[in-house]
């Protein structure tokens, strides 16, 4: 049953033919040039990966129904364990509340992801696409650990913050959804406004140890 | 100079490496290894200040964080500055550069010693209230006196050219102090595996072992500490941090830590070094091992230069290499200061001798002092010193067998040092933090650390077990009973053999009787760095300050920097004995964070500068820089002010903007206003419940503007809310009411309405927005979209969807200008080719973009409000004259509706927005401004409301205004008036805010 | 600081994430319009201010966002249980000790 009546969805990116110029929440910093010019080795590895799909689904978690329509759309099981993720080929799943999910895809196939989620799952839940508020930096390295424990008071140690783990926390003074992609592996999610201010915070917190910025 | 009392051989010290250093702008060597205070001592510099209320030469009395009187001025540069810097805790660096901080003119010449010296009436407790709070007047000219005479250190004026860290922490188990006890207690967790952190204020571990000769396995201390410490440093989750002072207590187990990275290395950290790091510690368990500080004993002149602490003499020997004077007399309490006067012995100087304050003093340490032939004064005490700016010599009498008095006629020697012991006190600071209140223990004869609701764990000195064997055993307990509480195993250490003596019970003793009264003897210093004494304590006790919180307050006791470490115990001893009470009865005062001095630096961490809060920006920013535009802080964001051309006022620029909209078409980058993504099938029900108007027939394409009003009735948002789809609706706020909006959304959905099906996401950040707006604003965009955008296709308070740029958008016709608007949403990655597209295609009608300025002018010549300026949380949709945007008829009793259905909410005369025009329309009255209806009355006039928005307007050609006026929407046409500051009186006629298009036929084209 | 544990996220998190709402179980009148002002009043402003246990509402603002309810001793600020909303306090002040 399709629910397109009830809700307004839109293909949010232009026609490659149309030649539209996008630009990333770091755009402007230039992070190709900055990566040419920069260091090549250092404790800390930063990338942004802009220009991604993020949907959120929400959801009453109980509702079986619900979640397996949602699992059937995305191919992969909805994460229903507090800070947990599943990652699936170019597809990241996000527990983000009991009932709140950040599904995260390449930013060309959002719509179509839209789409099958208003064909085939129906009942109540929401799905809000955010890709252009949001951008994702992948944060690597052997001093990673110690560059985030200056911007967020949660527990990074490998046994409260294992590979999977989810959080949405303070980061500085800002915020960020952080995720464990492996020992010395993190992406952190943030909102594009705040972007600049966390680019120029990890720059500073990441000077001692070396900051490498690939592009 | 000569370093006339170093030792030859000796001490933790690298005499291989001399190090120059300056105090009070001459310069001296020491060695690495060494304090200033260490270096300071070995060169013979006795007056390192003068005291805070008295100006009396003050010298080291101390080795470490008790140090109450060396208290330095530290920086070779303006910009490196730092007051109030323990000379005992600050190593000597290749170049130090310090000075006095106390003392003006000059620390051995001082002006205000003469008020010191001439008499104690003169500044009694209770001095400075009064003494300068009459008259209230002079308070000002007093202070300043007294406060560069105080010298209470000099901040640096130039900016700090150091980094510093805040880092988070977590760990199973913090440990604070790296004494015999903390060791043990780190060892046993760590090889538990737990995640330890083992902090120590040191510059290396070991505690007071450091400065002792003691053996352990028959060995020097030394050895079993770096075995230790070199075994802890290999474990994976272990972190050793010296120099790091665990500073504050905070509640469920939170401790903060202040890590001196390059305060030993040079004035200004190397580069790339942060000078300071700021731990920020959740610890699942702490073990406090933080020692005991010695107590000194309090009698008459006791803060003449000489006068220092049993242990430290003995640090000063044994860990420094430094004897601090020649003639040495002892004056001790209990057995452990007889080694302090060993140590003396053994490096070569004369121990004049010990005076013992017990009658028939025994044991090992008597025998050895026999042995040695030092002459031995039992049952008596120092009664005072002669000397001003160095000891010169000691009275000496008998005294009564509990200590309460003089018996016995007076001796006097020579000696140009006096140590003294009254026996120690538990380090119970942090233990005090989060409100636990100290236990005093007569055995130990100090307080102890009472019962807390934290996890918290004791061990050694400061449970009051003083000896090595002890805090060892402690240690390792406290390290297993730690591990049992986290289900860890319990590993059981191997202790080292100790070399424990028999000591003899010591005798509680705080205040030395002298012949004469308390009141007439000679000063008798308690608290040194308030100058606080006995008589002065004894005073505040008569005059009625009974309880211990009050005579702190009133004396000073334990105020300063080093909140009282040493003098505490005493003052509190004679508190309770002037009152009649025990000292239990007369309990403690409570020690707050910091437990020593934390620089700025290390708070603020890198949040400083540009970093110092976030700066929000929108897509289309860089396009904005570029072209000049000037930037409002509207919360965190950035948002263009107004866009200045060459030459132009700002007046000028507001005045084009505005024309050039109304005239032909301007730009808005309104991206900042937040937008909540609203869906479900109770969405609409959900509206109607939190705004103030109706929502049940909104149909699909269409926007409404809603007013937000908190259950008091008060609006406290605004914003258009549309109709995307049946179950979904797109709500905007306020730029800086977002965040709240979204919560209040969420706090009535989860905590009131849990059974309406909505779900709200923020989706402020995901569109841009950029509102084009005039007359040509429709022929602008129909340049860029194959839509049809005619009036009777696209009307007012529609959206629609279209492609504008290439770019799918969602375009509203809605206007905050009053004129025919258009504003074009796209997702943001967007929104800047958009932006860039409008003035390729805008430049034929002169498309100017406007900034918050010129929005303000615009919106207000149409009299449109904005929330959190025109209203301040007093103001109900009444009061705006906004009654039509609130429907009474609605089924549920929507959030304000009851609140503005109050008495006082439906009362005459409210305050109520009108628009106000100055008789003289040039004259643009300042917001804030006051009014009253009679300018002539008496001051103070009643005052009737106060002015909101106000501009010059380039359209009108005159001034406008809108304001809270009392009564104001039944005075059309009256006047009020505004007095202003400079004197003049502006008048006013209340008229309808809607100053321009009343009929809104500009917008609706 | 108070470490706070989230009955939703499901593990102890730090102050900083969270904001406090005040007193929990502050229920809104069924129906408004029959309260007489003095009730409205009552509803609107007047809170406990107790020495010892409180229940109070929290928001896990700064991660999932969701309210729940602390109790907190307000003399030793140690929480004594968390609980969803909707739920009652299984650990309450015995009558008379709260002031």
């Known amino acids: 049953m399709s629910d397109t009546k009830n809700v307004a969805i839109m293909n949010q990116v232009p026609d490659a033919a ?96 839209e789409s099958r989620f208003r064909a085939e799952m129906s009942g109540h839940y929401s799905l809000v696409n955010g890709s252009g508020g949001m951008t994702l930096f992948k944060l690597s390295g052997d001093r990673v650990v110690d560059m985030l424990k200056k911007a967020t008071p949660v527990d990074l140690h490998d046994s409260e913050f294992p590979v999977g783990k989810v959080v949405s926390t303070v980061f500085a003074k800002s915020g960020a959804i952080i995720r464990r992609t492996g020992a010395t592996e993190f992406e952190l999610v943030v909102r594009r406004s705040f972007a600049d201010y966390l680019w120029l915070w990890i720059q500073s917190a990441s000077q001692e140890f070396g900051l490498v910025v690939e592009a | 100079m000569t370093q006339k009392n170093r030792l030859q051989t000796g001490g933790r010290i690298n005499r291989s490496k001399p190090l120059s250093f300056v105090y009070n702008g001459k310069q001296f060597k020491g060695f690495e290894g060494d304090t200033l205070a260490s270096a300071m001592l070995a060169n013979g510099i006795d007056v390192i200040g003068r005291s805070f209320k008295y100006s009396r030469p003050r010298g080291i009395v101390a080795a470490g964080a008790e140090e109450p009187n060396a208290v330095m001025q530290l920086g070779a540069t303006e910009a490196t500055q730092v007051p109030n810097v323990r000379a005992t805790q600050q190593e000597l660096f290749e170049g130090l550069v310090s000075g006095a901080t106390n003392g003006w003119p000059s620390v051995d010449n001082d002006l205000m010693g003469i008020v010191g010296k001439v008499g104690g009436k003169m500044m009694p407790p209770g001095f400075y209230y009064k003494t300068f709070m009459y008259p209230q007047s002079m308070w000002e000219t007093y202070e300043k006196f007294i406060r560069k005479a105080a010298g209470l250190g000099s901040s640096p004026l130039e900016n700090d050219p150091d980094s510093y860290e805040k880092i988070n922490q ?4 913090l440990v604070v102090g790296a004494g015999p006890a903390g060791l043990a207690a780190a060892l046993t967790a760590g090889r538990a595996g737990a995640r330890v952190i083992l902090a120590d204020e040191q510059s290396e571990f070991g505690g007071s072992l450091l400065g002792t000769r003691e053996t352990l396995n028959g060995e020097e201390a030394a050895r079993w500490v770096a075995d230790v410490t070199a075994e802890l440093a290999g474990m994976k989750d272990v972190m050793l941090l010296p120099r790091s002072t665990v500073n504050g207590y905070h509640d469920h187990n939170f401790l903060t830590i202040h890590q001196r990275n390059t305060d030993h290395i040079a004035d200004k950290a190397p580069a790339g070094q ?127 067998a509990d200590g309460s008095a003089v018996n016995g006629s007076v001796t006097k020697l ?197 970093l110092f809060d976030p700066k929000r920006y929108t897509a289309m920013h860089k396009w904005h820089v570029e072209n000049g535009a000037l930037f409002e802080d509207v919360g965190q964001w ?114 009131e309405w849990p059974e309406l099906e909505v779900y709200f996401n923020t989706v402020t950040d995901h569109w841009s927005t950029m509102t084009i707006s005039g007359p040509n604003s429709r022929k602008l965009l129909e340049e860029l979209t194959d839509a049809d ?79 959190g300026q025109d209203t301040d949380g007093s103001v109900h ?66 005052m009737v409301g106060h002015i909101t928005s106000s501009y010059w307007s380039a359209n009108l050609g005159h001034s406008i205004a809108m304001g809270l006026v009392k009564g104001g929407l039944d005075r059309m046409g009256e006047k009020v008036y505004y007095p202003l500051a400079d004197g003049r009186v502006v008048e006013a006629e209340i008229c309808s805010p809607i100053f321009l298009d009343p009929k809104g036929e500009r917008q609706n084209v | 600081m108070l470490h706070i544990y989230c009955p939703h996220c499901c593990e102890y998190r730090e102050e900083e994430e969270f904001h406090v709402k005040g007193q929990a179980h502050l229920a809104r009148p069924l129906d408004p319009d029959a309260c007489s002002d003095k009730e409205w009043g009552e509803y609107l402003y007047f809170r406990k201010n107790p020495r010892g246990l409180h229940h109070e509402l929290w928001v896990h603002a700064a ?24 739920e009652k306090p299984s650990v309450v002040a015995h009558s008379g000790s709260a002031k």
């Open chain 2, 414 to 610: 020579s000696a140009d040092t006096v140590a003294t012991s009254g026996g120690w006190s538990p380090v119970i600071h942090l233990a005090g933090h989060t409100g636990s209140r100290p236990v005093w223990d007569e055995k130990v004869a100090g307080f102890l650390p009472g019962p807390t609701v934290e996890k918290r764990l004791i061990a050694g000195a400061i449970a009051g077990d003083f000896t090595t064997a002890g805090a060892l055993a402690q240690g390792a307990e406290a390290g297993r009973k730690a591990c049992a509480e986290l289900g860890m195993d319990q590993p059981i250490i191997e202790l080292p053999t100790t070399q424990e003596r028999v000591e003899h019970p010591a005798m509680t003793l705080f205040h030395i009787p002298h012949v004469k009264k308390t009141s007439e003897a000679p000063k008798q210093f308690v608290d040194y760095q308030n100058d606080v004494t006995a008589a002065g304590i004894e005073l505040a006790c008569r005059e009625g300050f009974e309880s211990i919180e009050h005579v702190k307050r009133y004396t000073a006791l334990g105020f300063g920097t080093d909140q009282g470490k040493l003098g505490n115990i005493a003052g509190m001893a004679i508190a309770a004995k002037a009152t009649g009470r025990t000292i239990p009865e007369t309990g403690t005062t409570i020690f707050r964070p910091n437990y020593t001095p934390v620089t700025f630096g290390a708070l603020v961490g890198r949040d400083r500068g540009e």
């Open chain 1, 18 to 113: 149309a030649g539209v110029r996008a630009e990333s929440p770091l755009h402007h910093a230039d992070l190709g040039t900055v990566a040419q010019k920069g260091l090549k080795s250092g404790g800390v590895h930063f990338r942004e990966m802009g220009l991604l799909g993020h949907l959120t689904l929400r959801c009453d978690p109980k509702n079986a129904d619900l979640i397996a329509a949602a699992a059937g759309v995305l191919g992969v099981e909805l994460p229903l364990k507090p800070l947990t993720s599943v990652e699936s080929g170019s597809t990241i799943v996000r527990w983000i509340s009991p009932d709140e999910w950040l599904i995260t895809v390449p930013n060309d196939q959002s719509f179509d992801l």
């Open chain 2, 274 to 400: 942060a000078r300071q790091t700021l731990h920020r510690v959740r610890a699942k368990w702490v073990v406090l091992a933080t020692g005991a500080h010695e107590r000194p004993l309090v009698y008459g002149n006791n803060d003449v230069p000489g006068c220092m602490i049993a242990s430290a003499v003995s640090t000063y020997i044994n860990r420094y290499g430094v004897v601090p004077g020649n003639e040495l007399v002892v004056m001790t309490t209990n057995d452990g200061a007889y080694q302090t006067a060993f140590d003396w012995q053994d490096a070569g100087r004369k121990v004049v001798a010990i005076v013992d304050t017990r009658q028939n003093p025994q044991g090992a340490q008597v025998a050895e002092a026999s042995k040695r032939g030092i002459q031995l004064i039992k049952g008596s005490g120092i009664i005072d010193v002669a000397g001003s700016k160095r000891v010169t010599g000691v009275s000496i009498a008998a005294l009564s």
């Open chain 2, 170 to 173: 977590h760990c199973d188990v």
């Open chain 2, 789 to 867: 955008v005619s009036n009777e296709n696209f009307g007012y308070m529609d959206w629609r969807e279209m492609k504008v740029a290439g770019v799918p958008a969602r375009v509203f016709r809605i206007s905050f200008t009053g004129e025919l608007s258009f504003e074009i949403n796209v997702q943001a990655n967007f929104g800047l080719h958009v932006w860039e597209k409008l003035f390729e295609k805008g430049a034929k009608y002169n498309l100017t973009p406007y900034g918050t300025e010129t929005m303000h002018i615009l919106r207000a010549e149409k009299g449109f409000i904005i929330a």
């Open chain 2, 638 to 751: 950035k948002r263009p002010w107004y866009f200045p051309k060459a030459g132009e006022t700002m007046q000028q620029s507001l005045d084009r903007e505005c024309k050039a909209t109304r005239e032909s078409v301007g730009i808005l980058d309104a991206s900042t206003l937040g937008k909540i993504d609203i869906q479900g099938k109770d969405a609409r029900e959900f509206l109607g419940r939190v705004y103030t108007n109706a929502w049940a027939k909104l149909a699909v394409g269409k926007c409404r503007y809603g007013l937000m009003c908190g259950e008091d009735g008060m609006v406290f948002d605004d914003g258009v809310t549309s109709c995307l789809g049946e179950n979904h609706f797109i709500m905007t706020t306020t730029s800086g009411g977002a965040a709240r909006v979204y919560e209040w959304l969420e706090l009535y959905h989860q905590t």
């Open chain 2, 877 to 942: 949709p009444y009061d705006l004259g906004m009654g039509w945007a609130v429907s009474q008829q609605k089924p549920f009793s929507f959030i304000g509706k009851r609140g503005m259905a109050r008495e006082d909410c439906v009362r005459d005369n409210r305050k109520q927005l009108v628009g106000l025009k100055t008789t003289d329309p040039s004259v643009v009255l300042p917001e804030g401004a006051q009014g009253v209806f009679d300018p002539k009355a008496p001051i103070p006039m009643p």
């Open chain 3, 63 to 86: 991660g999932c966002r969701k309210f729940f309810n602390v109790t907190r001793d307000t003399v030793s600020y140690e929480i004594k249980e968390v609980y969803l909303v909707g």
